[in-house]
Each structure stands twice: as C-alpha cells, then as structure tokens.
C-alpha cells in the first residue's frame, strides 16, 4: 500500500519539524520552503499543488510574531495578512479536496470578558476585529476561509518541545531569560494553556488516518506564566524566589492595545480527545515529560 502524500508548510518550523521527525515513515511528505516556495504567490501555489497533487495539505506555515505584527494593524498589505490570510486562502482555494488542516490559536477568540476561555471546539470566533490582536484577527479571518472550503481546524497554544536550535518556546525562551539573569515579571493571573509538540503531532496523525474534519484543539489544562516557568524553574532545582510577578490587567492599562494580551484564554479538548481516541497530559506532566527528555538551564 502506497504512503499518503502530504503537503506540509513550513516544515523546518517549531512544530512542523517534529511532526516530519515522527512521521517521516508513515507519509510521503513534500516540504517546499520559502523563497522557492511563496505562499503568497498564487500562481506558484497553484503550479505546485497541480505537479505533487497531495492527499492532504497541513499549513503550518505563518507570520507568527506577534509584536511585529501589532505595527501592522490594519495593514493588509503587511507580511502577517498576507502570509496567514492571502497564503493561506491561495493554498485553500488551489486545493480541490477537503483535506486541509489549517494549524490555528486560541488567539482568534478575544480572551476577554466577552468570550472568556478556554474555549470548546464548537465555539465560533468573533466575525469583528475589534476585541483581538492584528496576528489573532488574521489566524481569525484564515480560519473562516478554510472552514468556508469545508477544511479542518486545529488550535494550539504555545507549543512546547525539548530542543529545537533555530528557535526558543514559550518555556526555553524564559528559561534562557532566567539564565541570562534578564527575567521579566510574569504575570500571575493571565489564563494560558500549553501545547506538547509531539501531542500535537499525534493529532495531526490521528486525524489524517481516521479522515477526521472539523475543529480540533492540543492542549493541556489552564495554568498562569507565573505558576508554569516558576514550577520548571523549582524542577530544575533553581532558585524561583528571584521571579517577579505582575498583573496582566495593570500591564494591559500601559498598553497601546488593551487588547495585546489575552486575558482568559486556552482550550479545552474533550471533543477532541474523544473523536481522535487520544488524551492530552496536563501542564505539569507536559513538564515532567520534558524534563525527561532532557530540558535544562542554558549554559551561560
């Protein structure tokens, strides 16, 4: 029996390398990488997914600074639009099959009051920019493109991994800051959730073996910044006492956009775990197994 053909964007990324790495066996992946591969070229997506005619497309390709892009509110000529919205509606629209699943966030929900998480698959995004981010209200309008073609969704928050070079996580990247004696105070009462990268890779397999479409969250249970690096911290026999916290609502009064930084955010994924047969481990056993493989302070 011949492998599956799947077109994976942005391979050598955080998450899509892992899942190359686990998977490499059991698919037949095509990988095309930027610039000989521009999702925002539609003329070129279209060429290449007429020669390599894939069974599934997985875009996790993106612009996924999200500093960078709030300096391009409303520019829908910027890289973050075009990339999450016209790539991913170039690749969307050229691919004549419902197998396409569009790597999302939590970030296409407000995070507020309004619409506090964490959120059920079923629960619909805003239709309005005004409560989200400029990069949570692009991955919101990518969303609604792939699901009007009758694609699949699958959330993540803030993967996790034990090494990968090119880029830190969320927990490597404070890690480094602790290291480096540049800790920022974190705040203690920002709702997040982590996302073990090989979790996420098994759902993506599960849903491509079992032909699954629709929504999908990879998640672990609610934690806050504060709880989480001060609890790897603590594991890594490090002194914790040294980290600050703060609050996410005293922060948000000094910013530009009241809106940078949800508050209530995450994802809950019984629907998930019970369509797809799989279980997704709790924040601190995501640690635990990290610390397995391997995670530790960096060398100074």
Not at 7 to 24: C, D, H, N, P, W
Not at 69 to 89: H, I, L, M, R
Not at 247 to 253: G, N, R, Y
Request: glycine content about 6%; hydrophobic content about 35%; some cysteine.
């Amino acid at each position: 029996m011949s492998k599956l053909k799947i077109l994976v964007t942005g391979a050598s990324g955080l998450v899509g390398s892992r899942f190359i790495e686990k998977y490499s066996d059991k698919f037949n992946f095509v990988t095309p990488e930027y610039p000989q591969f521009d999702l925002t070229n539609k003329e070129q997506v279209s060429q290449l997914l007429e020669k390599e005619n894939p069974d599934w497309i997985v875009n996790f390709a993106a612009f996924t600074d999200v500093n960078a892009s709030e300096a391009q509110s409303g520019d829908e000529t910027g890289p973050a639009w075009q990339v999450n919205v016209e790539g991913t509606k170039n690749l969307s629209d050229s691919f004549k099959s419902k197998n396409f699943i569009q790597i999302s966030t939590d970030m296409v929900f407000p995070g507020d009051l309004s619409q506090p998480g964490p959120y059920e698959e079923p629960e619909t995004p805003p239709d309005s920019s005004e409560k989200l981010t400029w990069y949570g209200w692009t991955k919101n309008r990518a969303e609604k493109i792939v699901r009007d073609n009758g694609g699949t969704i699958l959330r993540i928050i803030y993967p996790v991994r034990v090494k990968f070079e090119p880029k830190s996580d969320y927990i490597r990247g404070a890690l480094k800051k602790y290291a480096d004696g540049k800790m920022y105070p974190l705040f203690r009462d920002q709702q997040i959730c982590i996302a073990f990268i090989d979790e996420i890779a098994e759902a993506l397999d599960r849903i491509i073996e079992t032909g699954s479409h629709g929504v999908f969250h990879c998640s672990s249970d609610t934690t806050t910044p504060y709880e989480l690096i001060t609890f790897v911290i603590d594991h890594l026999s490090a002194d914790s006492s040294v980290i600050k916290s703060i609050s996410v609502h005293e922060f948000l009064k000094t910013q530009t956009n009241p809106n940078r930084y949800p508050v209530w955010g995450g994802l809950k994924t019984k629907i998930t775990e019970e369509t797809l047969d799989l279980h997704f481990s709790s924040w601190q056993t995501v640690v635990e197994l990290l610390l397995g493989q391997g995670l530790s302070l960096p060398k100074i």
